[in-house]
T-cell receptor, first 114, second 111 residues
Framework: DVKVTQSSRYLVKRTGEKVFLECVQD?????MFWYRQDPGLGLRLIYF???????EKGDIPEGYSVSREKKERFSLILESASTNQTSMYLC?????????????FGPGTRLTVL | GDSVTQMEGPVTLSEEAFLTINCTYT??????LFWYVQYPGEGLQLLLK?????DKGSNKGFEATYRKETTSFHLEKGSVQVSDSAVYFC??????????FGQGTELSVKP
């Protein structure tokens, strides 16, 4: 069974802290993605990666960075957390080169920044 | 740019009612279209897809037809169940390989 896992389901941090969100997939997918989900806004793409050590900015990269040192792991980093980064964060992965590139999602991490 | 617009929720229905959630899109070329579902406390799951005009995607009693002439991909189910309560997202995969989501529609089904 395909699986995308995220390190935490719920996380509470303080303003200014450095935050790491981890995502691991076991499907040998080339592509990995980080989204944030906010009510009324749907999912917005933060960053994505097409290969190890490669990264591309999505629609809302400000305040975030990412790391992909291994194919199965994609980390989202909040260098200095702020209250407007309180959100649900979803990781996804997919194969490259397929007709429709279905993305498989993790369960999400609900981050609260106080 | 490319975009997806869904009907606003929440949608509240009684069990066995007919469901329609409207979705329209704007995109260049011929995008693939998807419906994802998010059950409470979970991530998104692919519900159904269609990759070309007039294709009908179907799964778990849900259906959606890719209508290029009206740029629509409305989700339908003939008889909803309480277990269908979830948030439904319409999405398109554009020519650049980017998945673009609508804002989501929350469905609540009452017994």
């Amino acid at each position: 069974d395909v699986k995308v896992t995220q390190s935490s389901r719920y996380l509470v941090k303080r303003t200014g802290e450095k935050v790491f969100l981890e995502c691991v997939q076991d499907m040998d997918h080339e592509n990995m993605f980080w989204y944030r989900q906010d009510p009324g806004l749907g999912l917005r793409l933060i960053y994505f990666s097409y290969d190890v050590k490669m990264k591309e900015k999505g629609d809302i990269p400000e305040g975030y960075s990412v790391s992909r040192e291994k194919k199965e792991r994609f980390s989202l980093i909040l260098e200095s957390a702020s209250t407007n980064q309180t959100s649900m964060y979803l990781c996804a992965s997919s194969f490259s080169g397929t007709v429709y590139n279905e993305q498989f999602f993790g369960p999400g991490t609900r981050l609260t920044v106080l | 740019g490319d975009s997806v617009t869904q009907m606003e929720g929440p949608v509240t229905l009684s069990e066995e009612a007919f469901l329609t959630i409207n979705c329209t899109y704007t995109a260049t070329g011929y995008p693939s279209l998807f419906w994802y579902v998010q059950y409470p406390g979970e991530g998104l799951q692919l519900l159904l897809k269609a990759t070309k005009a007039d294709d009908k995607g179907s799964n778990k009693g849900f259906e959606a037809t890719y209508r290029k002439e009206t740029t629509s991909f409305h989700l339908e189910k003939g008889s909803v169940q309480v277990s269908d309560s979830a948030v439904y997202f319409c999405a398109l995969l554009n020519q650049g390989g980017k998945l673009i989501f609508g804002q989501g529609t929350e469905l609540s089904v009452k017994p």
